[in-house]
């Protein structure tokens, strides 16, 4: 820590940091622009500056960049002298002189970081009368609107579009004194978190176009603090409501997790919620005709489903909340709960669990701060986005221990790129498939699973050779023997990249090992995409290996959707045993909770399913191919429509509230309370609040008790008070109403959460779980995150919101001993696995007209060599078979599929259900 003085006053402050670091921290109102909390500094706006003494007794100081002057020792400055006061108005007046006056109709007006400046800096008339210079703007696809001429170079868009997040497809392009930013030319922007331009850029140059579609304006929406639901990641997000339609989602900081940027897809998915798919009334089928029927008939019909049947199977999801999970099977009972999952991915989730209560854990901030990374199977880029993000920061953790050496601050980002140029800490790639995260790589691997598998072991065995598995030895014939004959010869695999300097599958593995154990913060990444339990053991065994020899190590693990874990720890047995009880019991009631088993499982065995219950009564928020064969329909509630507890990646359980209070529809676990107390079970009376159900869960899961901690209970109050979800400023409420009665309605109550749906209410900073947007005084913008943080980037107060419900081990677990066998390829046939899209794989996403755009077509994709071999050309119409069921689709041609390997996109319609990996024949349809 350091001492430095401003405007006369003392102040503890990080001495690793840069004066404006340490000035917001301190909670000063200090203007800037090019500087971003997870930027860095280039010192390119000039917008920061203060006035410096090198003593009390100077009196004159000299003006200096808040952003370029280290928090010194001493450091004796003034933000409200005079001159520097009479600076920064000047700096702003400048950049103004180009800028239009279009605010009132800007998307940004409101949440504009140039408007709160502008502000701050106390500049109110414009003096410039000359003509001003102006752009064309570009078509930068579905989801970033361009709007060039607000533009006031500070640079960050490029570079947190480059450095930050690795794309190529944008710049600045410079002529004479003029700056563009954009593409070479229009076309729909690369990078999968393109979208993070609209909160980075300080004016309205960048905007949310699916937001332009409905527009309202930030302090007329309603908010809520929210959980993403489009992997398992648990990124947390603000969704915003006006006129019962959710508007729009932007991020949520969250120190240990997303930070300050989102994918596209958490960031654009939202829109399915205003789908024309939504169930929006309860549904009955009657003589084969769907018919809406009032609500309390719907219950008393599934009730007397209920009643009478002799046995009630509930069919969980990973897609519902822990209490809705938890209503079905206390419920139906533990015997009849299914997660609607296959074998294959149950047992993987509960190997998952196995790993995460054994090993220690990394979160996202933990990814970003590793130092020598391994990723083990996954496509993490497509599979679970903002991770790729996390690993791409990753990299430049040695290279910062070279700046230290050099005594570049690490804030002083364009001076520590210069002096990294392109070196890079360990990254290695094992995957299936080529990735995004291919370019910052050190080496890549392709192959099968299985053989991912094997140098994960070969990896663990080097490091310590108590580790189960393969044998690693420097000698040729044993591993050599065993591996690399089993690569190259068998799949023609086992090279790193081209000009790689040895392509020994061995050498490789040591060198993996090498990095691994030299690094201060070694770190293992694997999950559930390439659908590999081997994969996922060879990981853990890794990170093991790395314990036992004294270092830090942890794991990261991908898992399929946002409440995955959560589902499986609620001991729920998968779909072949639900599909087993169907069909020995006659008179048997399926209750179906937010699952499309027709995604789940093959066609041909869902259907024998659900022809063998005798009642199937859906929950669910979307039509679907289940809900088109239910009886009874029950429109259930989305996020941004209930309150629920969702337990992410690594264990960390978060709660989510409502934004919207749509009338006919309610969140599942109280349809299901509903339902069973029409049927006569009384007890689920006594569930009147989502406490309530919290409280028995707890009671009935020991493990599950600190999900009661995730955020406080409904009844917490801030000096007598709830918490608003809306602005101090929103308008329009009598009006927005006016065509049903003059008079203003009474807000909603809400049981369930501390948050009004109301402007009144505390004003003051709420617990992290329950902040529902980022606002502060003369802070409008996404940067009024800085006032809610305990230091700047940093946790929020209070610490940062979720409880992890897994605890760091003691000691390192014991090493998983079944190394898989070598890969063989089969002549004639082909191991087909998946592959993953970050625009298209997830269902719920996929309803976004923006995403659905991005989605792409069905294909069955090879290695080119193969192709040839077969007689086959990119774009043929060729068929494989898979469960007893044929898929046809274009061929496309993958020169980085390792041979005997095909691949085919997960979550598209043609492949729903698919169960891979699996072998088939590929042939051409005549």
């Not at 905007?207 to 603090?225: G, S």
């Not at 409502?658 to 009384?682: C, H, K, N, Y």
């Not at 003059?742 to 779980?769: C, F, I, T």
């Not at 078979?881 to 996109?905: E, F």
């Amino acid at each position: 820590m350091a001492t430095i003085y401003v405007d006369g006053k003392p102040h503890q402050v990080d001495a690793q940091q840069n004066l404006l670091h340490a000035c917001l921290t301190l909670g000063f109102n200090l203007p800037y622009f090019c500087w971003h909390p997870a930027l860095g500094s280039v010192g390119a706006c000039r917008q920061c500056a203060v006035k410096q003494f090198r003593s009390p007794e100077d009196k004159h100081g000299r003006l200096v960049m808040a952003c370029m002057t280290p928090a010194s020792e001493g450091a004796q400055i003034s933000i409200a002298d005079p001159e520097a006061v009479a600076f920064r108005k000047g700096i702003i007046e400048g950049m103004m002189e180009n800028h239009p006056h279009d605010c009132p109709v800007c998307d940004e007006g409101g949440e504009c970081h140039l408007q709160d400046m502008t502000v701050m800096t106390g500049h109110d008339y414009r003096r410039y009368e000359f003509p001003k210079r102006t752009f064309r703007n570009q078509y930068l696809g579905p989801f970033v609107n361009h709007e060039m001429n607000r533009c006031i170079q500070c640079y960050r868009c490029v570079r947190f579009y480059r450095e930050y997040a690795g794309g190529q497809d944008f710049n600045v392009f410079g002529i004479r004194n003029l700056a563009y930013f954009g593409r070479h030319e229009d076309g729909v922007l690369e990078s999968e978190f393109a979208g993070n331009l609209d909160e980075v850029c300080p004016t309205g140059v960048f905007t949310d176009a699916t937001h332009k579609h409905h527009y309202t304006r930030k302090w007329d929406m309603q908010f809520a603090p929210s959980i993403c639901v489009h992997c398992g990641l648990g990124c947390n997000i603000s969704p915003g409501e006006r006129y019962g339609m959710l508007r729009r989602i932007v991020n949520r900081y969250h120190g240990d997790i997303n930070g300050y940027f989102l994918c596209d897809r958490g960031r654009y998915g939202y829109e399915f919620v205003n789908s024309e798919q939504r169930i929006r009334q309860p549904q009955i089928r009657s003589n084969g005709q769907i018919q809406p029927v009032p609500k309390q008939q719907a219950i008393e019909e599934g009730g007397r489903f209920i009643a009478s049947a002799t046995t009630v199977i509930g069919i969980g999801s990973s897609r519902a909340s822990l209490e809705s999970n938890f209503a079905l099977r206390m419920a139906v009972g533990a015997n009849h709960f299914f997660a609607g999952a296959s074998t294959q991915e149950l047992q993987l989730l509960h190997l998952t669990l196995e790993i995460l209560r054994t090993t220690p854990v990394a979160s996202l901030r933990d990814v970003e701060d590793s130092d020598a990374v391994l990723v083990l199977g996954e496509d993490v880029s497509n599979y679970a986005p903002r991770m790729a993000l996390s690993l791409r920061q990753s990299v430049r953790q040695q290279p910062f221990a070279m700046t230290d050496k050099l005594k570049i601050p690490r804030w002083l980002d364009h001076a520590v790129r210069e002096a990294a140029q392109e070196h890079k800490g360990p990254l290695f790639m094992a995957t299936v498939a080529a990735t995004r995260l291919d370019d910052v790589a050190t080496d890549t691997y392709r192959g099968a699973p299985d053989e991912i598998a094997r140098l994960g072991y070969a990896v663990a065995r080097t490091l310590d050779p108590e580790a189960a598995g393969l044998r690693a030895t420097t000698a040729s014939g044993s591993l050599a023997g065993q591996i690399v004959r089993a690569v190259r010869a068998v799949t023609g695999l086992g090279k790193p990249p081209s000009g790689a300097p040895d392509a020994d599958f061995e050498t490789m593995a040591q060198r993996i090992a090498q990095a691994l154990n030299g690094a201060e913060r070694p770190l293992v990444i694997s999950g559930l995409g390439c659908r590999s339990g081997p994969v996922l053991k060879a990981a853990a065994n890794v990170v093991r290996a790395l314990q036992r020899n004294g270092k830090p190590a942890r794991i990261a693990l991908a898992v399929p959707e946002c409440n995955s874990l959560g589902l499986a720890m609620l001991g729920a047995k998968p779909f072949e045993e639900a599909l087993a009880v169907a069909r020995e019991h006659s008179g048997t009631t399926a209750i179906m909770l937010e699952n499309d088993l027709y995604r789940q499982a093959p066609g041909s065995d869902v259907d024998v399913f659900l022809r063998s219950a005798n009642h199937l009564i859906a929950l669910d928020h979307l039509q679907n191919r289940t809900t088109a064969t239910a009886e009874l329909t029950f429109p259930a509630a989305t996020f941004a429509e209930s309150d629920g507890t969702l337990v992410n990646n690594e264990g960390r359980a978060q709660r989510f509230f409502q934004a919207l209070t749509p009338q006919e529809i309610q969140e599942s676990w109280r349809w299901l309370r509903d339902i069973f107390v029409a049927a006569g079970r009384r007890e689920f009376s006594a569930w009147k609040t989502l406490d309530d159900v919290i409280q028995s869960l707890v009671s009935e899961f020991p493990d599950l008790a600190q999900v009661a901690e995730a955020a406080p209970a409904a009844s917490f109050r801030m000096a007598g008070e709830k918490i608003p979800r809306q602005p101090h400023r929103y308008s329009g409420r009598t009006a927005m109403l006016a065509n049903i009665n003059v008079s203003e309605p009474k807000p909603p109550d809400d049981p369930d959460s501390s948050l009004s749906y109301s402007m009144e209410g505390n004003p003051d900073q709420p617990p992290a779980a329950l902040i529902p947007f980022a606002w502060a005084g003369g802070w409008n913008s996404y940067q009024a995150w800085n006032k809610f943080q305990e230091e700047i980037a940093g946790p929020l107060r209070g610490g940062n919101p979720g409880v992890r419900l897994f605890q760091p081990p003691a000691q390192a677990g014991e090493y998983f001993q079944d190394a898989p066998k070598r890969f063989q390829p089969r002549e004639g046939e082909w191991l087909v696995v998946p592959l993953y899209h970050v625009f298209g794989s997830e269902e719920l996403s996929i309803l976004s007209p923006g995403v659905k755009q991005l989605s792409p077509k069905p294909y069955i994709a090879m290695n080119d060599e193969h192709a040839k071999g077969a007689g086959l050309q990119a774009e043929d119409m060729v068929e494989l078979a898979i469960g007893g069921a044929s898929y046809r689709a274009a061929l496309q041609i993958r020169p980085d599929l390792p041979v005997g390997i095909a691949g085919v996109p997960v979550g598209v319609d043609l492949f729903a259900g698919i169960q891979l990996p699996a072998w088939s024949k590929i042939e051409r349809v005549s």
